[in-house]
Structures are given as structure tokens and as C-alpha cells.
């Protein structure tokens, strides 16, 4: 017990500090259940998206030329993330101009859009170079922590002849559906100026273990809750030339390994526009044995009395009531909510199910 309360408050303590640019929060645009982004690559189920939410150069620095300011007939990109309450996905818009596409060449001599996300921002490395503890052999290392509790993808813009994204480490599998998809739009040649968009998501994990995904943890989702996320944009300008500028969304070069140097994201609730009020709730089944179940008011909008129906002729005026049944039985269970918008009613048909 002891060994795992000192886990839990190193994670804590970690998780307190899993973010580069103090002070500076970016924000994750909450799509409406009904509005969900469709991915491919066009960008017009994106236009309920408000433009604080946009992310652009002025927000980047190329970190190896630190003096070297964002020229937009060179380079410039624009990017949303959002995110859907009760999916554990991140949607991402990536429009980019670039004076010189590069994406001709086999290996990472492309154009890239470098990702990091660390879904519960328990902070650390995430590739077995920047280990602080040498004492594990690296191939030890790398089967056991390469991208396991955060998670880099080099995204490649675009593809030609090649998959649309590295996973960096053994876990390829989380580029791959079910856990993400892709979608681009561009009519450019190598070498060519011109447009891309890229439409994708990427399901974030807490653990993505070499072993596959039948033991992965996806990082669950919910509104307020901060997130560690970083980019940086690898753009080459000549296809004989082997630098790249590094255009990064941290002041720290090595996000791309250690997730303490990405930055903080807050998953955002609905806009006002897009609330509506809406009874809505969830339980959980407290005791089986005794048949307790704990209910809890999910209504969006503003409530100001409730009212719950259990199905087995007693009620609540309780936001979040706990009930114990008499007896196992299938349950029909109603909330009645009110609030300054009016009534909204919801019942669920026989999920409360107790034996």
C-alpha cells in the first residue's frame, strides 16, 4: 500500500509539472455530439471552430535559429485541435502553405508535422535516449518505455509511397484504426508551392505497450481536464540539403522525447452557442451484492431541481442520489430536470440492470 501511495505522488507531482511555458494554455475546441468532424480532408466541418481556437506561427519558434522570425511566403501553418465529449480521440486540422513541398525522398527527408501527446501528463521521457537512468540497457529501454505513457507520431506532409504517419516506438499499432485515421487535400508536386490540408485524430494513451493493444489504456477524456500536447514543423527547403528548420510549439528541442517539455491543453466545454438544455445521467453500480446504485446528473445546460424516478416506485429531488434497491430486477429510470430554460426529461430503458 505504502509503495503504491509514493507512485501515486510521484505521478501527481509529475503531472503538476508535465508542461513547458508556464502560464500558457492552449485550448481544445469541444465538437457538438451531432456536429463530429468527418475526416477527409476538407476543412469545412471546422468553420464552427472560433478563431482563438487557432494555433499559428506567431505561437512557434524555429529553435535552430532562434533569431529567425515566422515568414509566411516561406512557411505558414495554421492548426485546431478539438475533441468530442465521450470519445477518447483527438481531431486535429492542419492547413499549411509551403514555398517548397519536400516529400519525395524514401525515410524521414520529408516534410513533417511532429506530434507529441501525453493524455494524463504524467510527464517524463518517452524514448529510451533521454532516460535519466542509464542503467537499463537501451534495448531494455525501448521495449519498455518508447512511447509507452506518451506518444509521438512524425506525420508525414504528405505521404507519397508511404504510410501517413511514424509512431515512434513499438506500439505502431496506435497510428492505425481504430485508434486513428487521416485524410489529406493538396494538388502540388515535389518541389511545387502550394496548399495541403490534413484532417486526422489520434487516440491518446496512458499506456501503449509493445505487447499490442489488448493491454492498452487509453487516456480517458473529459471536459476541463489538461492535457500535455506539443508540435514542431520540420520543413526542408531543398531536397539536396539534409537540415531542416524546427519549428516548435515549446521553447524546449527535446519535446520530442520528454514529455515535461510540451505544453498545456485544456479540453474545453461546448460554447454557448452550441449548449442546449438537456437532461442526461449516468450511474454506477456502488454494490451488486446489496444492490446500490450511485446516479449522477450529467443535464447540460443549467438545472436547478431534478427530479428522479427509479423504477421500482420511490424518487429522489437529489442532483447525484445514491439508491438502494429491495430486490434485482431490470429498472426503467427517469430524470426530470428544469432550469431557466425549461423541462427536459430522460429515460433509459432497463440499463440499470441488477441480479
Not at 185 to 191: A, M, R, V
Request: with cysteine; net charge negative; proline share 6%.
Amino acid at each position: 500500500m505504502k509503495h503504491f501511495l509514493l507512485i501515486a505522488a510521484v505521478l501527481f507531482c509529475s503531472a503538476a509539472h508535465a508542461a513547458d511555458r508556464p502560464g500558457v494554455t492552449f485550448k481544445v475546441f469541444q465538437f457538438p455530439a451531432d456536429q463530429i468532424p468527418r475526416v477527409d480532408g476538407n476543412a469545412d466541418d471546422w468553420k464552427i471552430v472560433p478563431d482563438d481556437y487557432a494555433i499559428g506561427m506567431d505561437q512557434l519558434i524555429d529553435d535552430t535559429h532562434p533569431d529567425r522570425k515566422p515568414d509566411p511566403k516561406d512557411l505558414d501553418v495554421k492548426v485546431k485541435v478539438g475533441w468530442v465529449k465521450g470519445l477518447n480521440r483527438l481531431y486535429f486540422l492542419y492547413e499549411a502553405y509551403d514555398n517548397y513541398w519536400d516529400f519525395a525522398q524514401p525515410g524521414l527527408h520529408n516534410d513533417i508535422f511532429e506530434l507529441v501527446v501525453d493524455g494524463d501528463m504524467s510527464g517524463g521521457p518517452l524514448v529510451e535516449s533521454l532516460r535519466p537512468d542509464k542503467s537499463m540497457p537501451e534495448r531494455d529501454a525501448h521495449f519498455s518505455m518508447h512511447g509507452v505513457q506518451a506518444q509521438n507520431y512524425h506525420i508525414m506532409t504528405p505521404p507519397l509511397g508511404k504510410d501517413w504517419a511514424l509512431a515512434w516506438g513499438c506500439n505502431s499499432y496506435v497510428k492505425n484504426l481504430p485508434y486513428a485515421n487521416a485524410a489529406y487535400n493538396y494538388n502540388f508536386k515535389p518541389g511545387e508551392s502550394g496548399k495541403l490540408t490534413l484532417e486526422f485524430w489520434i487516440t491518446p494513451f496512458d499506456y501503449a505497450g509493445c505487447e499490442g493493444p489488448q493491454r492498452a489504456v487509453e487516456s480517458v477524456l473529459r471536459e476541463n481536464k489538461l492535457i500535455g500536447l506539443c508540435w514542431a514543423i520540420l520543413d526542408y527547403d531543398n531536397a539536396n540539403d539534409q537540415t531542416h528548420a524546427f519549428w516548435n510549439l515549446s521553447r524546449q528541442h527535446t519535446m520530442y522525447g520528454n514529455a515535461d517539455q510540451l505544453v498545456a491543453f485544456r479540453l474545453m466545454p461546448l460554447e454557448p452557442q452550441f449548449q442546449k438544455f438537456e437532461a442526461n445521467w449516468s450511474f454506477n453500480i456502488v454494490s451488486m451484492e446489496r444492490r446500490v446504485v450511485a446516479f449522477n446528473d450529467e443535464t447540460t445546460g443549467k438545472a436547478t431541481s431534478w427530479k428522479w424516478t427509479f423504477g421500482d416506485g420511490t424518487q429522489s429531488t437529489e442532483q447525484n442520489p445514491v439508491h438502494q434497491y429491495a430486490k434485482g430486477g431490470d429498472y426503467i429510470v427517469v430524470l426530470e430536470a428544469e432550469g431557466p430554460a425549461g423541462k427536459s426529461r430522460r429515460e433509459k430503458i432497463w440499463d440499470v440492470a441488477l441480479r
